[in-house]
């Protein structure tokens, strides 16, 4: 790749969120046999830019959730670092620390388990800018119908109670509340996996949108992928605990480079027939992340392992830009490539 | 094809306080022998309760009108014992949660012998063998090892597998499987779709997948049936379904469907809502959706053969107007007609 076509990839190059090694780690007792811990999340690396979404897949108990939670400031990573806007999460004093968490909200899967079942939703969506006691009465009055427009619920609906609207409805209001503040990254934890269809639709345009208009982060968490395909711009695949590939969407779709994440693609269910499903098809089950198998991780399941994944834990691979994964053998067919493509250009030149 | 099982006219009402809800109006079926249909619709469109009424496991409160022919057997008509006789033999089910269909507290191998027990009069030693025969067929490995494992002790994808390993105790004709793979992880989905398809092939069995993901269905089924609101709006072969689905609501549906086409572009959104069934609109129940309603809208369109392959409930349809004696429509709207209408 030449210098040119780089810098036209390079966007923004300070991240709006850098997250750097965590760890998030959960001490459980086991019996008789004294204590362990759940390895929830296990040196974790990402970046995420403004107006990006960046989705974070895997397999449920990959540690998406507890990842996701670490970023709002809900749970204390074990270790690592978290920094936003440039600065240090951790270190921020603890008026930066509100202000930390007015700028990241987040957006969960069930939305009536975020709604107050007794309050109208116009003060769901109002409470937050009373308790950062945003502008005047008057003003929060105006912020709150602003909201609703924003996210497409009708005015007339403010005095209704969330049990008087329809799932999506009901996200919605989760939605408008989570923006009330302007923050500038969302985590949104599966916000759309408990919605039908048509209703699913709603929400992802909804947050495509605000995406474009509000140039607002996301940080989307979610297990089914042909939704992740849709709003992405990238991808980072997570496997016990670790991201065992991260890059462009189209990329991760189309040319994965570790075998899970092509496992993964593989068992989509396309809905179209003629498009048969897995080539590659997964064995066993996700391992405990209690104690984690050694080397690669993903040895006991991957289709493709060699003798040093049971020992050896891969490293990062860079494949190109923005796109990387951690695999022997897919570093090694790159090796060999590049060693291909080296000794013919050697062989043009001399 | 073969019916083995034969839906006439079937509705489902259940009682309640302030009004009944009608779950599921007029539906009519067949499915085949060795076939694999697939029921789709979104959340409380009725795909449970149709096939409960098929298991006759509905709550007192469902009260079931038509026919429900089993091998030209009328369902209804059968005695409370004859029916469980016929459960027995012929039917099962497997759910969406495995979790709540096993004991907690017993060994996944003892359970499956129980209940090949319930089906069959064979000695202890015998049933063990054939829990332990059908625990390996849906792929547990080391299956004597995990015979007296409880069921937490495995994960969700192997609990499902046990389930239908129980419920294969009877060498059943109908597997009715609802949401079997909604609560498992995509990999495994994978797999147990797979074993479902596989089983079909060896044994012949009848199976009526129920799934919200019509990517599921789209995987494993022969035929499809979509469901909108207690009604079933559109049957067709699987292949002809996706290519070129004809009804309205079918449509719309897999155009608000996130696709590899659809990138960067804004997904169909159905403006408005699902009725109240507890006081559905008295014709065409996705009516006050639909951009092409007309005033003959306001009458149940019938599912009827549209062609010998696929049936369809709409008066768009030539078929179906012409059971009441309408003629078919000047030009019939193409699949690419816009289906969002007004605010969602
Ligand atoms: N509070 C906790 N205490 C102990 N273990 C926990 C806790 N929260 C999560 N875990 C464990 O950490 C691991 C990662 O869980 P997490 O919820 O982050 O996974 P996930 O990828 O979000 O899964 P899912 O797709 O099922 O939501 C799991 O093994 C889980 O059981
Ligand atoms: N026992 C009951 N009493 C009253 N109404 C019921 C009962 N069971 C279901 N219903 C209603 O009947 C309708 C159909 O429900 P059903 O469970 O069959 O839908 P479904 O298609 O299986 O939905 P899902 O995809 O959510 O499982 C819904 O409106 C539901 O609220
Ligand atoms: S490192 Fe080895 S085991 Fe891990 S994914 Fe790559 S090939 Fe498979
Ligand atoms: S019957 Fe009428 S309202 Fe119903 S789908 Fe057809 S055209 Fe639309
Ligand atoms: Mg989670
Ligand atoms: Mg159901």
């Not at chain 1, 966007?11 to 850098?18: F, G, H, N, V």
Request: glycine share 8%; with cysteine.
């Amino acid at each position: 790749m030449t210098e040119q076509t780089r810098t036209v990839i390079d966007r923004d190059p300070a991240p709006l969120l850098e997250v750097e090694g965590l760890v998030k780690r959960f001490p459980i007792r086991r019996g008789l046999f004294g204590s362990g811990a759940v390895h929830a999340v296990e040196g974790v690396d990402l970046q995420i830019h403004a107006g990006e979404v960046l989705s974070l897949v895997g397999e449920s108990g990959s540690g998406k959730s507890t990842l996701g939670m670490c970023v709002t400031g809900m749970s204390t990573p074990t270790a690592g670092r978290i920094r936003f806007a440039g600065e240090d999460v951790a270190l921020a004093s603890r008026r930066g620390r509100a202000d930390f968490r007015r700028r990241v909200q987040p957006v969960f899967q069930d939305p009536r388990s975020s709604l107050d079942p007794r309050w109208p939703i116009e003060r769901t969506i109002r409470e937050p800018l009373d308790a950062y006691r945003v502008g005047s009465s008057v003003e929060r009055t105006a912020r709150v119908a602003e909201l609703m427009d924003l996210v497409g619920l009708p005015r007339h609906f403010a005095s209704r109670q969330p049990r008087e609207l329809s799932g999506g409805q009901q996200q919605r209001v989760a939605i408008a509340a989570a923006l009330a503040l302007r923050p500038e990254l969302l985590v949104a934890d599966e916000p759309v996996s408990a919605l039908d269809v048509s209703v699913q639709a709603q929400i992802l345009n909804l947050l495509d949108e605000l995406r474009n208009r509000l140039k607002l982060a996301l940080l989307f968490i979610a297990h089914d992928l042909s939704v992740v395909e849709h709003l992405s711009d990238r991808v980072a695949v997570m496997y016990l605990g670790r991201i065992v590939e991260t890059g462009p969407v189209e990329r991760i779709f189309s040319a994965p480079e570790h075998p899970y994440t092509r496992a993964l693609i593989d068992a989509i269910p396309h809905a179209d027939p003629g498009r048969k499903m897995s080539r590659i098809r997964l064995t066993g089950e996700i391992p405990s992340p209690v104690n984690p198998p050694s080397g690669c991780r993903f040895h006991p399941r991957c289709p493709v392992a060699v003798d040093r994944c049971s020992t050896e834990e891969p490293q990062d691979t860079q494949f190109d830009e923005g796109h990387s994964a951690a695999c022997h053998v897919a570093a090694a067919g790159l090796a060999q490539r590049r060693s291909i493509i080296s000794t013919i250009s050697e062989g043009a030149t001399s | 094809m073969t019916a083995l099982v034969e839906l006439r006219d079937v509705s489902v009402d259940y009682a309640g306080h302030g009004g009944s809800v009608s779950a599921v109006q007029n539906v009519s079926l067949t499915l085949g022998e060795n076939e694999t249909f697939g029921l789709v619709g979104e959340s409380g469109c009725g795909k449970t309760t149709l096939s409960m009424a098929l298991m006759g496991l509905l709550p007192s409160s469902a009260r079931v009108t038509g026919q429900l022919l089993f091998r030209g057997q009328d369902l209804l008509a059968m005695s409370e014992a004859e029916r469980r006789q016929q459960r027995g033999d012929e039917l099962s089910m497997v759910f969406q949660d495995p979790a709540t269909s096993l004991d907690p507290t017993f060994g996944i191998g003892y359970q499956v012998a129980e209940t090949v027990r319930a089906h069959r009069r064979v000695s202890r030693g015998e049933s063990k063998a054939r829990a332990l025969a059908l625990l390996r067929e849906v792929g547990i490995p080391a299956a004597e090892s995990r015979y007296a494992d409880p069921p937490h002790r495995l994960s969700g994808g192997m609990r499902q597998r046990v389930v239908i390993a129980a419920a294969l105790a009877n060498d059943p004709s109908l597997l009715l499987a609802d949401e079997p793979t909604t609560a498992l992880d995509v990999t495994i989905q994978a797999q147990v779709l797979d074993l479902l398809a596989e089983l079909q092939r060896k044994h012949g069995t009848t199976i009526l997948l129920i799934a919200h993901d019509l990517g599921v269905v789209a995987q494993i089924c022969d035929r499809v049936g979509v469901m909108y609101a207690g009604q079933l709006v559109e049957v067709a072969p699987v292949v002809e379904l996706f290519a070129a689905p004809r009804h309205p609501y079918t449509r719309a549906l897999l155009e608000a469907l996130p696709s590899r086409g659809r990138r960067g572009r804004s997904l169909r959104v159905i403006g408005g809502q699902v009725p109240d069934l507890s006081d559905p609109p008295s014709g065409c129940r996705f009516a006050d959706r639909c951009p092409h309603r007309m005033d003959v809208c306001a009458t149940v369109p019938p599912l009827v053969d549209s062609d010998s392959r696929r049936r369809i409930a709409c008066w768009l349809d030539p078929a179906t107007r012409a059971t009441a004696g309408l003629p078919p429509l000047p030009a019939a709207p193409t699949p690419d007609a816009p289906i969002a209408v007004g605010p969602s």
